[in-house]
């Protein structure tokens, strides 16, 4: 029956009549352009994990066009403006402020769904290799995915400012001339913490202990190291543990295999954020032409237009041509362009 069903919603594609084989069928997505978030989400929510792990097409309802790669290049696009964003309240607007990233907002009051959804839509672009979410995640979130372990270094990305302090924490010396008890002394009158933090939620200022009996424990030279740690723990692990456990079964939910398993959270996320380097020499040396020779005149004068394009010129360009101005994992040379000749054009 599921079989059947897939299969009337492939006829549906516009100019196509398909007979299809159950094994080749797609998990077919019809959205409205202005009711993205709602159509997605009713989507999600009734397909089963057999029916997020088919490759994805995507329908614009009321559209011509069938779905090559481009139109759900676009929607992941269209959808990451809705969801991956600090007005969503998924994410932190303070980290987004001031780390350029998104992160879990630990005072979210979104729900579990909301978070898994967020994740099952990470995971269709990771599943069907499109790097179209335009959103930027910090390396840490990767790592948490594949469950690779964490350091100090990881909260740079996400709290810069604590993570300033905490390295001058660990870096602090006393001088030559001072003895291990005067130094000691020092230590804590100038930095004057103990093994709990304060954190906002609501407008109200909440304290956490990092642990049993924080608040009576003095940070020393001795246990600064162990502070640091279970400071970073708590940031990084423990306070969005409720908004990062089902985003990542919302991921799992759709990538769970031995290829997803093999990789690394720095291959995760070239394939979820796409590579930065749009090197056109790349795009041109898998390009082919309909209409054209490659060496003519009129295609040697738009390559040269072309590279001379900066930085967000080619973004635009890319995409104008993908529908996402990221690049692929493996390079532009995967976007593989085709330039057509259009009736009477030179």
């Given at each position: 029956?599921?079989?059947?069903?897939?299969?009337?919603?492939?006829?549906?594609?516009?100019?196509?009549?398909?007979?299809?084989?159950?094994?080749?069928?797609?998990?077919?997505?019809?959205?409205?352009?202005?009711?993205?978030?709602?159509?997605?989400?009713?989507?999600?929510?009734?397909?089963?994990?057999?029916?997020?792990?088919?490759?994805?097409?995507?329908v614009?309802?009321?559209?011509?066009?069938?779905?090559?790669?481009?139109?759900?290049?676009?929607?992941f696009?269209?959808?990451?403006?809705?969801?991956?964003?600090p007005?969503?309240?998924?994410?932190?607007p303070?980290?987004?402020?001031?780390?350029?990233?998104?992160?879990?907002?630990?005072?979210?009051?979104?729900?579990?769904?909301?978070?898994?959804?967020?994740?099952?839509?990470?995971?269709?672009?990771?599943?069907?290799?499109?790097p179209?979410?335009?959103?930027?995640?910090?390396?840490?979130?990767?790592?948490?995915?594949?469950?690779?372990?964490?350091?100090?270094?990881?909260?740079?990305?996400?709290?810069?400012?604590?993570?300033?302090?905490?390295?001058?924490?660990?870096q602090?010396?006393?001088?030559?001339?001072?003895?291990?008890?005067?130094?000691?002394?020092?230590?804590?009158?100038?930095?004057?913490?103990?093994?709990?933090?304060?954190?906002?939620?609501?407008?109200?200022?909440?304290?956490?202990?990092?642990?049993?009996?924080?608040?009576?424990i003095?940070?020393?030279?001795?246990?600064?190291?162990?502070?640091?740690?279970?400071?970073?723990?708590?940031?990084?692990?423990?306070?969005?543990?409720?908004?990062?456990?089902?985003?990542?079964?919302?991921?799992?939910?759709?990538?769970?295999?031995?290829?997803?398993?093999?990789?690394?959270?720095?291959?995760?996320?070239?394939?979820?954020?796409?590579?930065?380097?749009?090197?056109?020499?790349?795009?041109?040396?898998?390009?082919?032409?309909?209409?054209?020779?490659?060496?003519?005149?009129?295609?040697?004068s738009?390559?040269?237009?072309?590279?001379?394009?900066?930085?967000?010129?080619?973004?635009r360009?890319?995409?104008?041509?993908?529908?996402?101005?990221?690049?692929?994992?493996?390079?532009?040379?995967?976007?593989?362009?085709?330039?057509?000749?259009?009736?009477?054009?030179?």
């Open positions: 029956q599921a079989a059947r069903r897939a299969a009337a919603d492939l006829n549906e594609l516009p100019g196509h009549h398909w007979d299809i084989e159950p094994e080749l069928l797609f998990f077919i997505l019809k959205i409205r352009r202005d009711t993205i978030l709602e159509d997605t989400v009713a989507a999600l929510q009734h397909a089963t994990a057999e029916d997020l792990r088919r490759q994805l097409k995507v614009f309802e009321g559209e011509q066009g069938v779905d090559e790669g481009g139109l759900a290049r676009e929607f696009r269209l959808l990451s403006a809705c969801v991956f964003t007005d969503r309240g998924l994410f932190d303070v980290v987004a402020e001031d780390a350029h990233v998104l992160w879990f907002d630990k005072a979210s009051s979104q729900s579990a769904t909301d978070f898994w959804l967020a994740g099952v839509i990470m995971g269709l672009a990771v599943y069907n290799n499109m179209g979410l335009d959103v930027t995640f910090p390396s840490v979130l990767f790592k948490k995915i594949k469950g690779e372990p964490l350091e100090l270094e990881d909260l740079r990305h996400v709290h810069p400012d604590v993570y300033l302090s905490l390295r001058s924490l660990l602090w010396c006393p001088e030559e001339d001072q003895d291990l008890a005067e130094a000691a002394v020092i230590f804590e009158t100038t930095f004057c913490l103990d093994f709990a933090i304060s954190w906002e939620k609501d407008g109200q200022v909440l304290s956490e202990e990092l642990c049993p009996g924080g608040n009576a003095p940070v020393s030279l001795e246990n600064r190291s162990e502070f640091v740690r279970l400071y970073c723990e708590w940031l990084l692990i423990t306070s969005i543990r409720k908004q990062f456990d089902p985003f990542r079964k919302g991921v799992r939910r759709v990538c769970d295999s031995p290829l997803f398993n093999a990789l690394d959270s720095g291959e995760l996320q070239l394939i979820v954020c796409g590579e930065q380097d749009l090197d056109f020499a790349r795009l041109r040396s898998t390009s082919s032409y309909d209409g054209y020779e490659e060496n003519e005149p009129y295609i040697e738009f390559w040269r237009v072309l590279m001379k394009f900066d930085f967000v010129q080619r973004k360009f890319l995409s104008f041509v993908t529908g996402s101005d990221l690049a692929p994992v493996g390079g532009l040379q995967e976007v593989r362009m085709k330039i057509q000749k259009n009736g009477g054009e030179p």
